[in-house]
Structure formats: structure tokens, C-alpha cells
């Protein structure tokens, strides 16, 4: 019989879609790539320790973005010190001690929505109220109030993945403990928070990503002074611009040296992917040691 | 006259070899069942006739599957089109998530069937798999609203739709319940008139019902190989008659 | 002087710094609107084609390569965006359509494209390559190629996780802030494509810090609306991501 009729041919239709896809896929890749490498290409031969340890100085004309780390250090700390006990805390609280109810589960569908909020509206409230109300800090904006604002902007993502965690801790380690006789408190201490810590220090380094990525909400509750600190503990009153923040009034208001914002770009893109790195690294060790277990 | 000859066939998943040097015609216009404890290599050797085992990463095959005078593993041939002529119905129904009628359609619609012949098509396909009947009021409602059996015979009726000459069958009647099993076989005695059925089954009273041959496979090997009857009533081999004496498996 | 909800949500004219100042914020709903609609009409096929292509179609080693590329730009600063498109789209945008200036409303959906691709790219692969794979291997049976399987069966069946993906993608996009406020003039007028133009989020920024007593209750104002929209689109998503996933059983 006729061979022929069984000959591999691809119709037209087949070949456009492959076409279309992995054109796509191509341009799509090429984007990311030329974006980070050119980025990164243009910054990095103008990070030196100069750059990174002094702060910029307008009469002299020289750059460094020494302040805007230490701006940056100040908030990512003082947000995890208030965010990381209200997380932590609301997280138990859902997943160990809330009766399914309808309050609880409109609280649940409240964080999820607060999630999804712009954070510009957490600047807005944050200066509305953290800087104007409570007069926290100076009237310019504080690391203070940047800071709280920001902590209620990583705060529903916190909790849902904490909660999530504890949720996954294995059921039965929860029985077997109460079947001695273990008191909850107890149990949580000794069994639940060990066995969710990966989980949660994962949120919690994906939290950091979050602050330092953040600008729009710093603008007006943080500030955008850039001198260096004198004083450490005062420093949590003044004002001070973020790395992101710094970088967008370099790029947009043109008083720097083009250099300036691509180098600044360079380091906040190679903290954020060690960042990122970091969080993945921990998330597959936890992995495999969970598939090891089972 | 056989329709499917196979030569010399050997699979091999890596280093392991799961199929080993099988000789066997397949009859036109009969019933073929494969038997033989889990593990024996009897699906694999299934999927190798219509070469669906190319879909799995790291798994070779040498030999030669002939049918309709071709070697389908002959390099310029098109796997699609092989399937096209040699379908396959799964142990689990599978419809798609699509209406009744679009599930028959689908596949004709694709090989180049015009939209004024697919109404026909459908209505001779579920008749053909004996579902026409309790569908053919609700053609657009979703074929995951059907029964198990039904969706079975769905699946039957949508390999069909193509106008195949061979019909494989992996277990297919292994998630359902007697009654739908009972339709299912009574089908494929009718259907067996138009088509060439080969089925898997570890239900070895199935085979016995049905079957006109039945081959037996024990660790990829093709144990024995002749009319159901000899097969269970007389066997030469001695691990063929452990087997269907229910002594393993 | 109070602000009538008619006049704010409706006035078409925002000029604060006049006497008396007129806070009608039409222009940032539409701009936001459209832009964040243009964005994900653009996003998600995108989307969806490089999902396709990395969880279904390439080899699974060049996949997970390809998929931690594009994980890299989920991590990326926003003011990072804002910079890139200083840089690259808003000169691009100038020269292709010979402006006097590129900062424009195009410049911002481009930008916003960019930025919304990491995550509905995850979000959708992750759904398409949790359909049901018996559903390809039925495709496969009937001799229909994978790439006509995957847009007419399995695309449509993750469709709820799709959905999921495009409410995170309008969500992102309407609630950008410094990447659009450094590419789209941040101009206070009816939105175009090739003019500059001022959203609600950048309309925030834009008069946040010198803004007297009133304009702040209008910013709060403006704030709010931008709350009760993303409560509105994630309610109609979680009601149609439901709805969707009820049919699929």
C-alpha cells in the first residue's frame, strides 16, 4: 500500500503556532536578559567602597550612597521587630487557637484584600496618620513611621504564609503530643514553631526583598534626606531616603551625573536577587528534607 | 490475515529492558487480549502498537511493528497518523472537558472532517458504542456529567469517530462497576465486526468471555500465545497454567 | 468648601492649585482603568504563550532555565521599572511615533507589561501543567499534535488558574506606582495614548507632599476609590474563579 500516507508532515497551522510560541518565549527572554545585564554592565564599574561609604556631597559633587543603605538597614529592621510578632502572633492565633466562624472568615478574606492594596494607599495612610497624627518623628517623614507603614504592608503576606507553614507541620506530632499530655503553649514552643521555622524564615527574607524594593510608600513616611546619621538612636526619628527612593530622585530629577542612578540600580538589582536567592536556597533545603522524611 | 505483525520488539526504559523480543500477529476482525500478573509488561507492549510509549523520555524500542504494510517505526513515518488508524481507549475514562458532541467532533474536526459531515459522524459513533440512545437528547452538556460507563464508552465512541481499523484498549473496564463492564464487553463483541480489538486486562474471566486469542506475558516476555479456549483450558506452558489457575498473580 | 462625590468621581477637570480648585479625578480613573486593561490584554496572551513553552513544549532542563530568567524580573524594584523605561521604552516611544516627548500613556503599558509578565507567566504555567494529563495522552491517541491539543483543550481547562493570574495582573498594574510615575508625564488630563498622562496612584504622589488640608481629604478621597476598586475586582474574580472551577468539577 501507499507509503506515502502515513509521512510525517506538519500542518501550516501546527508550524505558525510553534512559531508564534517560541518567538514569544524568545523576545520574552532576550527582554530580561538585555535588561539585567545592560543594567548591571553599566552600574558595576562605578560601585567602590568610596561610593558605597560616604555620603553624597553637593558641594564637593561627589556621590555615595552610604546614608541610603544605612536609611534602608533602618527600616527592613525596625519593620521586622514590629512585624514579625504581629505576624508570627496572628498566624498562631488563625491557625491554632480561631474557631472557623464567619468572623474568622471574613478576617481571612480582610488580609487577603490588604494584600492586594496599592502601596501607595499604606504611604498615604502612613503619612496621614504615623507623620501628621502621632507626629512620629520629624514632620518630614521618619524611619519610624516609614518603617510601620511598611510593616503593615508586609504584614497580610506574613501571615498567610506563616499560617500556611503552620498548617503544613504534620497533624499527627500535633496529636501524639497532646495524647501525653502537653499543654498548647507547650506544644507550639517545642513542635509547631521549630517545625514551621523554614517556612517562616522564608517569609521572612521575601518580606526584607519587599522593603527594599519598596519606594512609593517611603516617599513621604520615610523621607528623602540624605545626610549620614550622627546618632544611631536619634536616627530612628529623623528622616532619610531609601536606596529606592534616592534612585528615583536621581533618575527623574537629572541632578546627578548619568552614572549615578545606573550604579545605584546595579546594587539594589544584586540585593534583590541575593535576596531572592537566599530565600530559594532555604525553601529546597526544607524541601528535600521534608521529602526525605516521608 | 493479520493485521498487525510484530518482529523481534524490545523496549527498554534505560538500562532495563521491559519488553523482550516479541514475535505476534494480531488477527483482523477478532478480539486479542493480553494477560499476565502487574509489572509483565502487558500495557507497554500495548502502547508500543500505536507508539505511545514515545511520549515517555529515556525509553527505546528496537524491532519492527508491521501494519498495513509498513514498519510504523520506520523514521519518516507520522506516530499521528499511525494513531489516527490504531486508537486507543484508557483504564481511566478520559473525556475532555468539552460537550458530548465536541468530544466525538473533536478529532475529526481536526484530521480536515467538514462541519456538515461532523453531525453524522457523532450520531454513527455513539451509536456504534451504544451510548446514542441515553445521549442523544443532551449532546451539549458536559461529557464529565455522564456516568463512568457511560464516559467509557464515550471515550469508545470518540476513537471511533476516526474511522480506525484497530482499537486498543488498556484495562478499560477496570474502574467500572459489573453492569457498565457487562455493556462495554457486549459492545466489543459487536464492534469486533468492523474493527480489530487488542485488550489489556488483568480480569482473566474477561478474557475467557471474550477474547478469540489471548497472549500471556510474564516479566516481558511473550509466554504463550494462542486461542482463548487452549489458553485456558489447555495450556502447553506450565506458567501459564499457574496463571490462569489463579496460583500467581 | 466640601467636595460633592458626583464632582470627584466625575470631574473631569483636576486643578488643585486653583481658587477655587477643581478635584474632578475622571481622567486618573480612566487612565488607571485603561492602562491596567491594556496591560493585562497584552500580558496574559504573552503570558501564556511562554507558559506554554516552558512547562509543556521545551525539554523540562531548558524550562527550569528559562523559568528562573524570568523569575529574576519578579524581584526587580519598581523604581528599577521606572528607570529602565526612562532609559529604553520612553526614547523608543518618541522616535516610533514622532513625539515631541515619549512620556506618555504607551510608554506606562509598556512598563507595565514588562512588569505584570513575571508573575502571570508563573501563575498560568503553574495552572496549565496541573490539568488533567490524561487529557493530552487522549489527544495523542486520536492522532492530534500536542500544540492544537494544548490550545483547545488544556489552555481552556486551566482556565480558573488563568483567571487568578489576570486579577493578580490588574491588581499589579493599577496599583504601579513609580514606574509609571517616571514614564507617563504625570500630566493631569484626559487619558491618550500617546499624551502624557496622570493615574490615581501617581495622582497620590504627585500632590502628597505640599498638598493643603482640603487636597489631602481629596487624596484620602482618591485613595479610597483606588480600595474599592481592587475590593470590587477581586470580588467579581473570586466569584468567576468559583464559577469556572465548579464546571471542571
Known amino acids: 500500500m501507499d507509503k506515502n500516507i502515513y509521512e510525517r508532515k506538519i500542518r501550516p497551522g501546527i508550524i505558525a503556532a510553534r512559531a508564534l510560541i517560541y518567538s514569544v518565549t524568545t523576545i520574552v527572554i532576550a527582554l530580561v536578559v538585555i535588561i539585567i545585564v545592560y543594567l548591571i554592565k553599566k552600574g558595576l564599574p562605578y560601585i567602590n567602597w568610596e561610593f558605597l561609604s560616604k555620603a553624597p556631597s553637593r558641594l564637593n559633587e561627589t556621590y555615595g550612597i552610604a546614608p541610603m543603605i544605612i536609611n534602608t538597614l533602618y527600616i527592613v529592621f525596625i519593620t521586622l521587630i514590629i512585624s514579625i510578632p504581629l505576624g508570627i502572633g496572628t498566624a498562631l492565633y488563625l491557625a491554632e487557637y480561631a474557631r472557623p466562624g464567619k468572623i474568622i472568615s471574613i478576617f481571612r478574606y480582610s488580609i487577603e484584600i490588604l494584600a492586594g492594596i496599592p502601596s501607595i494607599v499604606y504611604g498615604l495612610f502612613g503619612l496621614a496618620f504615623f507623620v501628621n497624627t502621632l507626629k512620629l518623628g520629624s514632620s518630614s517623614g521618619s524611619m519610624i513611621a516609614g518603617s510601620l507603614t511598611c510593616a503593615l504592608i508586609v504584614l497580610p503576606t506574613m501571615i498567610r504564609t506563616t499560617e500556611e507553614a503552620l498548617l503544613q507541620v504534620d497533624s499527627t506530632y500535633r496529636e501524639a503530643a497532646f495524647s501525653l499530655g502537653a499543654s498548647k503553649f507547650y506544644i507550639i514552643r517545642t513542635i509547631l514553631l521549630p517545625c514551621a521555622l523554614p517556612g517562616i524564615v522564608v517569609a521572612m527574607i521575601l518580606s526584607i526583598g519587599r522593603i527594599v524594593s519598596e519606594s512609593a510608600a517611603l516617599l513621604y513616611t520615610a523621607g528623602v534626606d540624605y545626610i549620614m546619621p550622627t546618632n544611631a538612636v536619634k536616627h530612628v526619628t529623623e528622616s532619610g531616603a531609601s536606596l529606592t527612593v534616592q534612585l528615583y530622585l536621581y533618575a527623574t530629577e537629572g541632578s546627578s551625573p548619568d552614572w549615578v542612578p545606573y550604579a545605584m540600580a546595579a546594587i539594589l538589582m544584586i540585593l534583590v536577587f541575593l535576596i531572592n536567592l537566599t530565600a530559594n536556597i532555604i525553601a529546597s533545603i526544607f524541601q528535600k528534607k521534608v521529602s526525605a522524611k516521608s | 490475515m493479520s493485521i498487525i505483525t510484530t518482529t523481534n520488539i524490545n523496549l527498554y526504559y534505560g538500562d532495563k529492558q521491559a519488553i523482550k523480543d516479541i514475535n505476534m500477529d494480531i488477527e483482523k476482525n477478532e478480539i486479542t487480549a493480553l494477560i499476565g500478573p502487574s509489572g509483565c509488561g502487558k500495557s507497554t507492549f500495548l502502547r508500543i502498537l500505536n507508539r505511545m510509549n514515545d511520549t515517555i523520555t529515556n525509553c527505546k524500542i528496537t524491532g519492527e511493528v508491521i501494519f498495513d504494510n509498513i514498519n510504523i517505526y520506520d523514521s519518516k513515518i507520522d506516530p499521528m497518523l499511525i494513531r489516527k488508524k490504531i486508537g486507543m481507549v ?25 462541519k456538515g459531515e ?77 474493527y480489530t480489538v487488542v485488550i489489556v486486562t488483568h480480569n482473566m474471566q474477561q478474557a475467557s468471555r471474550i477474547a478469540d486469542k489471548t497472549a500471556f506475558f510474564l516479566y516481558g516476555d511473550l509466554i504463550e500465545y494462542d486461542l482463548t479456549s487452549n489458553i485456558f483450558t489447555n495450556p502447553k506452558n506450565k506458567e501459564t497454567a499457574d496463571y490462569v489457575s489463579g496460583y500467581f498473580g | 468648601m466640601k467636595v460633592g462625590l458626583k464632582e470627584f468621581l466625575f470631574g473631569p477637570v483636576w486643578d488643585s492649585a486653583n481658587e477655587p480648585p477643581k478635584y474632578g479625578i475622571l481622567a486618573f480613573i480612566l487612565a488607571s482603568f485603561g492602562s491596567s486593561f491594556l496591560t493585562v490584554l497584552f500580558a496574559v496572551p504573552i503570558s501564556i504563550l511562554v507558559a506554554v513553552a516552558i512547562g509543556q513544549l521545551l525539554p523540562s532542563a531548558v524550562g527550569t532555565v528559562l523559568r528562573s530568567i524570568i523569575s529574576l524580573l519578579a524581584g526587580i524594584p519598581s523604581v528599577i521599572y521606572g528607570f529602565m523605561g526612562l532609559v529604553f521604552v520612553v526614547p523608543f516611544v518618541q522616535r516610533v511615533f514622532n513625539l515631541s516627548s515619549g ?12 512588569m505584570t509578565l513575571p508573575t502571570i507567566i508563573s501563575v498560568s504555567e503553574t495552572s496549565i501543567n496541573s490539568v488533567d494529563k490524561s487529557y493530552l495522552e487522549a489527544a495523542y491517541s486520536l492522532g492530534v499534535r500536542k500544540e492544537y491539543a ?33 514614564v507617563a508625564g504625570n500630566i493631569p488630563q484626559m487619558p491618550s495614548m500617546l499624551k502624557p498622562v496622570r493615574f490615581l496612584t501617581t495622582a497620590i504622589v504627585t500632590e502628597m507632599s505640599y498638598a493643603t488640608e482640603q487636597t489631602r481629604g481629596v487624596l484620602i478621597g482618591i485613595g479610597l476609590v483606588l480600595f474599592v476598586f481592587i475590593f470590587i475586582i477581586n470580588s467579581v474574580f473570586r466569584f468567576l474563579i468559583k464559577k469556572a472551577g465548579m464546571i471542571h468539577g
Open chain 2, 118 to 194: 461532523l453531525d453524522e459522524i457523532v450520531e454513527n459513533s455513539l451509536m456504534a458504542a451504544a451510548l446514542w440512545d441515553e445521549v442523544k437528547d443532551r449532546l451539549n452538556k458536559s461529557a464529565l456529567s455522564l456516568s463512568g460507563g457511560q464516559q467509557q464508552r464515550l471515550c469508545i465512541a470518540r476513537t471511533i469517530a476516526l474511522n480506525p481499523e484497530v482499537i486498543l484498549m488498556d484495562e478499560a473496564t477496570s474502574a467500572l462497576d459489573p453492569i457498565s463492564t457487562y455493556k462495554i464487553e457486549d459492545l466489543l463483541n459487536e464492534l469486533k465486526k468492523t
Open chain 3, 103 to 114: 512620556l506618555t500613556m504607551v510608554s506606562a503599558v509598556i512598563v507595565l507589561i514588562i
Open chain 2, 90 to 114: 484508557f483504564q481511566k475514562p478520559n473525556p475532555f472537558p468539552l460537550s458530548i458532541y465536541d468530544n466525538i467532533a473533536y478529532a475529526p474536526k481536526y484530521h480536515g472532517k467538514k
Open chain 3, 150 to 182: 494544548l490550545f483547545t483543550i488544556i489552555i481552556p481547562a486551566a482556565k480558573s488558574g488563568i483567571m487568578a493570574a489576570v486579577q493578580l495582573g490588574i491588581g499589579r498594574a493599577i496599583g504601579e506606582t513609580m514606574a509609571v510615575i517616571m
